[in-house]
C-alpha cells in the first residue's frame, strides 16, 4: 500500500479509474444481476471478473442441496457514508463484540468511531466498494419465517447455516475464495460469511492509498470527520489491513476467470 503518494484533488482521485473503485466512487467494474426469480427488481452487483468463480461455486453449492445467495455484494461509498453516518449518530444500534447495544452519549468520538468499526467499514474504505468481496448465506437452510441475522451463531455448528460453514471450508479456496475476517484480531469482529476473491482483493488491497481516501473523507459530511483524519493511520491498520493472512497470494483459482 502506498500511503504517500496519490493524486492533488478528489477530481483526480475520481478520474483515477482503479483510485474510484477503491473508494467505492464508481461501479464501472461490477456487475449486477437478480438472484431471486419472484424479484427481478432485487439485484445485487459483484465484480464482473469474479463472476465465473462465483457461478462455479453456486454451481458446487447446489450439487450438495445449499443454495447460495449474496447478503451484500458491491456497496458504493454513498451507501457505506449513510451506514456509517446513521450508526455515528444513533440513529441505527451500535454494538460491542458481545452484541450488546452502546450507550453513545457516554463515549468519545474515538470510542465510537472504533465501535463502529467493529462492524461497519470507513466509507472508502470498505471492502464491499471493491466488488469482489460479498457476504452469503443459504436462504434453504434458514427456519422457516426466520430472517438472516448475519450473526456469527448462525454459521457456528449449531446454526442454521452450520452446512454451508463446513461446504465452505472445503469448496471455497479452490475456486479463489477466501476469509478476511476468519477470526476476531483486534480489529473487525469475527464473519464466516465474508469472502473475498483473492487475485482481486490483493489487487485493491496493495493499491489502496491513506493520503487519497483522506482526501476523500475531507470532501464529504461524514460524522465525526476530525477524530477520523486525526486517526487515520492507526484505524486502517486496526481495521483495514488487520486481517487473515493467509490470502491465497500464490493460489490459482480452478475457474479460469479473468483476473485484473
Same mark, same amino acid.
Request: proline content about 5%; glycine content about 6%.
Given at each position: 500500500?502506498?500511503?504517500?503518494?496519490?493524486?492533488?484533488?478528489?477530481? #483526480?482521485?475520481? #478520474?483515477?479509474?482503479?483510485?474510484?473503485? +477503491?473508494?467505492?466512487?464508481?461501479?464501472?467494474?461490477?456487475?449486477?444481476?437478480?438472484?431471486?426469480?419472484?424479484?427481478?427488481?432485487?439485484?445485487?452487483?459483484?465484480?464482473?471478473?469474479?463472476?465465473?468463480?462465483?457461478?462455479?461455486?453456486?454451481?458446487?453449492?447446489?450439487?450438495?442441496?445449499?443454495?447460495?445467495?449474496?447478503?451484500?455484494?458491491?456497496?458504493?461509498?454513498? @451507501?457505506?457514508? !449513510?451506514?456509517? /453516518?446513521?450508526?455515528?449518530?444513533?440513529?441505527?444500534?451500535?454494538?460491542?463484540?458481545?452484541?450488546?447495544?452502546?450507550?453513545?452519549?457516554?463515549?468519545?468520538?474515538?470510542?465510537?468511531?472504533?465501535?463502529? !468499526? !467493529?462492524?461497519?467499514?470507513?466509507?472508502?474504505?470498505? @471492502?464491499?466498494?471493491?466488488?469482489?468481496? +460479498?457476504? +452469503?448465506?443459504?436462504? &434453504?437452510?434458514?427456519?422457516?419465517?426466520?430472517?438472516?441475522?448475519?450473526?456469527?451463531?448462525?454459521?457456528?455448528?449449531?446454526?442454521?447455516?452450520?452446512?454451508?460453514?463446513?461446504? !465452505?471450508?472445503?469448496?471455497?479456496?479452490?475456486?479463489?475464495?477466501?476469509?478476511?475476517?476468519?477470526?476476531? @484480531?483486534?480489529?473487525?469482529?469475527?464473519?464466516?460469511?465474508?469472502?473475498?476473491?483473492?487475485?482481486?482483493?490483493?489487487?485493491?488491497?496493495?493499491?489502496?492509498?491513506?493520503?487519497?481516501?483522506? @482526501?476523500?473523507? /475531507?470532501?464529504?459530511?461524514?460524522?465525526?470527520?476530525?477524530?477520523?483524519? &486525526?486517526?487515520?493511520? #492507526?484505524?486502517?491498520?486496526?481495521?483495514?489491513? &488487520?486481517?487473515?493472512?493467509? &490470502?491465497?497470494?500464490?493460489?490459482?483459482?480452478?475457474?479460469?476467470?479473468?483476473?485484473?
Amino acid at each position: 500500500m502506498n500511503s504517500e503518494t496519490g493524486s492533488n484533488d478528489l477530481s #483526480n482521485v475520481i #478520474n483515477d479509474n482503479l483510485q474510484a473503485q +477503491i473508494l467505492g466512487l464508481t461501479d464501472n467494474h461490477i456487475h449486477y444481476f437478480a438472484q431471486s426469480a419472484p424479484f427481478p427488481e432485487k439485484k445485487v452487483g459483484i465484480h464482473q471478473q469474479m463472476l465465473p468463480a462465483f457461478q462455479a461455486l453456486i454451481t458446487k453449492g447446489k450439487e450438495v442441496g445449499i443454495t447460495i445467495e449474496i447478503a451484500s455484494g458491491f456497496r458504493s461509498f454513498e @451507501r457505506q457514508l !449513510l451506514i456509517w /453516518n446513521n450508526k455515528y449518530t444513533g440513529k441505527n444500534a451500535v454494538k460491542n463484540i458481545d452484541g450488546e447495544t452502546l450507550a453513545l452519549a457516554k463515549l468519545s468520538s474515538l470510542e465510537i468511531i472504533q465501535s463502529i !468499526l !467493529l462492524f461497519s467499514a470507513l466509507p472508502g474504505a470498505s @471492502r464491499h466498494h471493491w466488488g469482489c468481496d +460479498i457476504d +452469503i448465506y443459504a436462504p &434453504n437452510l434458514l427456519p422457516k419465517e426466520q430472517p438472516l441475522q448475519l450473526e456469527a451463531w448462525e454459521y457456528e455448528p449449531t446454526g442454521p447455516m452450520a452446512k454451508l460453514t463446513e461446504f !465452505l471450508a472445503k469448496e471455497a479456496q479452490p475456486l479463489g475464495f477466501y476469509f478476511p475476517y476468519d477470526n476476531y @484480531r483486534g480489529g473487525v469482529a469475527a464473519e464466516p460469511w465474508h469472502l473475498s476473491y483473492a487475485s482481486l482483493a490483493n489487487k485493491y488491497q496493495q493499491a489502496f492509498n491513506i493520503s487519497t481516501l483522506k @482526501r476523500c473523507l /475531507n470532501e464529504t459530511d461524514i460524522k465525526g470527520k476530525s477524530t477520523i483524519t &486525526n486517526e487515520l493511520t #492507526n484505524i486502517v491498520e486496526q481495521f483495514v489491513l &488487520n486481517i487473515n493472512p493467509n &490470502n491465497l497470494s500464490t493460489a490459482t483459482p480452478a475457474t479460469g476467470a479473468t483476473h485484473g
